[in-house]
């Protein structure tokens, strides 16, 4: 037995990575007894002559949305337009990354698209994100990003239609993704990409993933939201457990009011906490 990576699942075909080849292969049948569930980055250990994988091996940290394990940094591919900027899901995507002890760096895309005066504006947003000690980078800033990427494994998540995959391509022109069509009425991308993939480039592994359009929040508690907003955290207020939501000596209420932090980005903290 050795010791590989999954690197893509289709069905119930695992491809696992090891010594520079790639094995199609199943699970043990006790898997699905014991409801265990592979994801992509993986380590496992498998038999490379029967093409079987007899056991997972445990986790540094999972994320469910896209289903990734193993997973040291998040590229947000936040596109400006086509489909639209949307803090509430550049939030979302922020905040689930945060949870997971994931390190978070926003990647704009499609500045190309838009008038100077709009992209000034919408810069304007995204440099608070900047204030608060996320990377943001634009999706021409190849060298930076290939330079991030070393030694690291990061996922590419995002929006669907986001560019993604043509980011990926142009770090790597080897990796040939398949890429959406732009001229589609709705402005919304189709899902181009359909499975989860991992690829090593640029002396780290980065994983291309299929976007979408909706993520929620059930799962998490209203402690864990709260903690991954992290400005919340300069902060103190009166009450140490403060929800900042009802009480009357909120500082975070304040420092909103105060516009020293984003409102729309408070205001997305309370529609997250809401069940
Ligand atoms: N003008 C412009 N078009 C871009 C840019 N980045 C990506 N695109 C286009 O946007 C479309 C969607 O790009 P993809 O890379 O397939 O998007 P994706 O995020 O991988 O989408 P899914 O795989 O569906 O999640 C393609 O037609 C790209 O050519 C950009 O910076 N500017
Ligand atoms: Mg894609
Ligand atoms: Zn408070």
Redesign the pocket.
Known sequence: MVEGQIIEIVSDLHLVSFSGEKYPCKCRGIFRKKNIIPLVGDYCLFNPEKHIIEKILPRKNELHRPRVSNIDQGII?T?LI?PDFSINLLDRFLIILEIHRIKPIICI?????LEKEELLQLKKKISYYEKLGYPVL???QIKEIKNLLTNQTTV?T????????????KIDQKLE??????SEALGR??????VVSLYETCNGKVL?????SALDFEKYSKEQIKNAFIEFKHYHCYYKDCSHTNEQECLVKKAVKDKKILKERYDNYLKFIKR
């Open positions: 591919v596109s086509n895309t499609k500045t190309d698209l634009a999706n021409n590419f995002g929006q669907t239609g986001a560019g993604k995959s043509t980011l990926l391509n993704l398949k890429v959406g069509e732009v991308g189709r899902h181009t990409t359909r291309d993933t299929p976007g979408f």
